[in-house]
C-alpha cells in the first residue's frame, strides 16, 4: 500500500495520502463504513526509504534520520544483496534485518534493531524504485530488557527459593526426625515410648500406626514375658512335690505301703508334667510356624462323642453327668486329632468346674446357618456349674489364666502332697483353653464363651461346614444358639 503511493510528477511517494480521513463521529451515518481499514502504515518507531531507480535519490519516511539512511543504504548494497544471493544493488522481496540509529526526543541516537522488507515500486508499468520498509525487532527489544532482569532476579530467586524450600522440608522432615529418635530410643525392655504426634495428614497417621504398632509390641513382649513366668511357676511345682515326696522317702526306712503311696504321687506328678510339657510345645510349635493339619472330612458328632468317652471316667469320679444329647450327622473339612484335643479339653473344663457345685455337663452338636448364608459345624458344651464372672471372659483364652488365681503349691508347701495333687488336677494349668481357640482357629473357626456368675457356662466350637452337608441338613435357627 505504501508503494501505491508513488506521485510520477513528484517522483516521491506520498504517504501522506494513506493517513486516515478526520470523520465527525456525532455525524456519523449508523450504516456507515469504518475508515479503520485504511489506518496509516507507518505507525510507531517504523521507518521507509524509497530508492529512485533512474534519478538515484532517496526518500527517508518516518523517524529516520541521516545516519539510519546511511544505514539502509549499506544493508542494500550489502546485506540485501548477500541475503537473496546476488551482487546487484537493486534487491526486491527479501526480507532481512540490521541496526539502525534512531535518535531519541532528547537528540540522542539509539541503535535499534530493525526487521527490513524490501519491495519493488511499479508505476504505469515501469520500474521506478525500492522501497524498504523497517519495524523494530520486538523480539531482540524484550530479549535486551528482559535479560539484564532475568540476570538479577534469578539469582535472588534461586536464593530464596533455596532458603525457601530448606525450611519448607525442615518443617515437613521435624515428625520424620521425631520417629526417628523414638525408634532409637525403643528397647525390648522398655516399650512405653509412644509418638503422640497430634496432625491430621499422611505423618500424622503414619505416627498414629506407629503408636498402635507399638501397644501391641508391648502386650505381645508383656504376654511372652508373663508366659515365661507362669511355665517356669507351673513346671516348677511339680518337680517341687516330687523332690518333697523322694526327699521324706529316704528320710528313713517306711513300710511298702508308704513307698507305694508316694511312688503313686510322683508318678502322677510326672503325668501332670508331661501333660504340660506336651500343651507347651503344641503351643510354642503354633506360635513358630503354621503346623500341618492334616484335614479330611470328618463328623463332628464322632469327634464329640470320642471326647465324651474318654472323659466318662473323670466325670464319674468328680460326681457329675456327662449328658450326650442329640448328636446329628455333622460334616466338616478337620483333622480328627486336633479336634478331639479341643473337644477334650472344651468338656474337661466343664467337669472341672461343674465338680463340687453342679450336676451335669451337656453336650450336642448341630448346624447352624448365619444371615450372610454361611453354614458351621456347631460343638457346644454347657454346664451348670458356678459360671464365669464377665470380668473375666475377655481373659478365659490366655494362656495360664485361670478365672480361679489361687496358686495353691505356694501357700501349702507344708500341706501333705497328695492334697496339693489334687488341688493342681482339679485347677489344671490354663492352657486347655488356648489350645481349643488354635485348633478352631487354624480350622478357619472360633471358640466363644457365653456365662454369668452362678449361672453355668456354656462353650461353642463353630467351625465351617461343608457346603454339601449343610444343605442336606435341617438348619437350627440363630435364635438357639448358646441354649441351655
Known sequence: ?????????????????????????????????????????????????????????????????????????????????????????????????????????????????????????????????????????????????????????????????????YWLASRALRPVRLITRAAQQISETDLSARLRLKRRDELGELAATFDHM????????????????????????????????????????????????????????????????????????????????????VDLSDVTLEAVERLAPLACQRGVALVVEALPEVRLMGDRAALTQALVNLVENGVKYTAGVGSRVRVTTCYESTREGDVWAVARIADDGPGIAPEHLPHLFDRFYRADTARTADSQDGQDSGAVASDLARDGHGLGLAIAQWVAQAHGGVVE???????????????????????????????????G
Not at 456507515?32 to 527517508?60: C, D, I, M, N
Not at 516330687?242 to 508318678?267: D, F, H, K, M, S
Not at 503325668?271 to 493339619?293: C, K, Y
Request: proline share 6%; glycine share 8%; net charge negative.
Open 449 to 483: 464363651a457365653q456365662s454369668a456368675a452362678g449361672a453355668g457356662a456354656c462353650f461353642e466350637l463353630r467351625l465351617p461346614a461343608l457346603a454339601e452337608a449343610g444343605k442336606q441338613k435341617p438348619l437350627a435357627e440363630e435364635s438357639s444358639r448358646g441354649a
Open 214 to 297: 507399638l501397644t501391641r509390641l508391648e502386650a505381645a513382649f508383656q504376654r511372652q514375658r508373663q508366659f515365661t513366668a507362669d511355665a517356669s511357676h507351673e513346671l516348677r511345682t511339680p518337680l517341687t512335690i516330687i523332690n518333697l515326696e523322694v526327699t521324706r522317702a529316704l528320710a528313713q526306712r517306711r513300710t511298702p505301703e508308704e513307698y507305694e503311696q508316694a511312688l503313686g504321687i510322683i508318678q502322677a506328678e510326672n503325668l501332670a508334667m508331661s501333660r504340660l510339657v506336651g500343651d507347651l510345645l503344641t503351643l510354642a510349635r503354633a506360635d513358630a510356624s503354621p503346623l500341618r493339619l492334616h484335614m479330611a472330612p
Open 1 to 165: 500500500q505504501a508503494a501505491s503511493a508513488y506521485n510520477p510528477s513528484t517522483g516521491l511517494l506520498d504517504v501522506e495520502s494513506l493517513a486516515p480521513p478526520k470523520v465527525d463521529v456525532i455525524n456519523a451515518q449508523p450504516n456507515a463504513k469504518s475508515v479503520a481499514a485504511s489506518a496509516y502504515l507507518l505507525p510507531g518507531q517504523a521507518v521507509a526509504l524509497f530508492t529512485h531507480a533512474r534519478v538515484g535519490g532517496v526518500q527517508a519516511i518516518g523517524s529516520l534520520s541521516p545516519a539510519g539512511v546511511t544505514a539502509l543504504q549499506a544493508y542494500l548494497v550489502n546485506g540485501a544483496a548477500r541475503s537473496s544471493g546476488t551482487t546487484s544493488a537493486h534487491v526486491a522481496d527479501t526480507y532481512g534485518e540490521t541496526t539502525i540509529p534512531i535518535e531519541s526526543s532528547v537528540g540522542v541516537a539509539k541503535s535499534t534493531d530493525y526487521v527490513l522488507y524490501s519491495t519493488d515500486v511499479i508505476s504505469q508499468g515501469q520500474l521506478v524504485g525500492t522501497l524498504t520498509v523497517g519495524l523494530p525487532n520486538a523480539i531482540n527489544q524484550t530479549t535486551q530488557a528482559v535479560l539484564p532482569a532475568l540476570l538479577l532476579a534469578g539469582p535472588i530467586t534461586l536464593l530464596v527459593a533455596a532458603l525457601g524450600g
